[in-house]
């Protein structure tokens, strides 16, 4: 069973920065395109950013382009989000997760990590 571990959230300043992991587990993660999702409060869930399974396409939202990094390690089944510049609509729980895994079973996520971005 695949399994998803986020942390690194928290309650930060607009213009500040916040550095996510993701730890992924139960699952070849290697062979797996990872996507950070986030989710405000009476919002959808929606994709933030996206990268291919040896890290060398990363695909952005419109509104985190230029503002967040993408990166991940094989090696060690890990991702991350480097978000600068946040800004208060930033503001949700993020999650990570695969897409292929997600088209299959929409139910399957962790626990997520809150961001709030807030003066």
């Known amino acids: 069973q695949p399994q998803f571990v986020e942390s690194g959230g928290g309650l930060v300043q607009p213009g500040g920065s916040l550095t996510l992991s993701c730890a992924a587990s139960?699952?070849?993660?290697?062979?797996?395109?990872m996507i950070w999702y986030r989710q405000a409060p009476g919002k959808e869930r929606e994709v933030v950013a996206g990268?291919?399974?040896?890290?060398?396409?990363?695909d952005y939202r419109e509104s985190a382009k230029g503002r967040f990094t993408i990166s991940r390690d094989n090696a060690k089944n890990a991702m991350s989000l480097q978000m600068n510049s946040l800004k208060p609509e930033d503001t949700a729980v993020y999650f990570c997760?695969?897409?292929?895994?997600?088209?299959?079973?929409?139910?399957?996520w962790g626990q997520g990590t809150q961001v709030i971005v807030s003066s």
């Open positions: 997760n695969a897409r292929s895994l997600v088209l299959t079973d929409n139910t399957n």
């Open positions: 990268i291919g399974n040896r890290g060398d396409v990363m």
């Open positions: 139960g699952f070849d993660f290697s062979h797996y395109y």
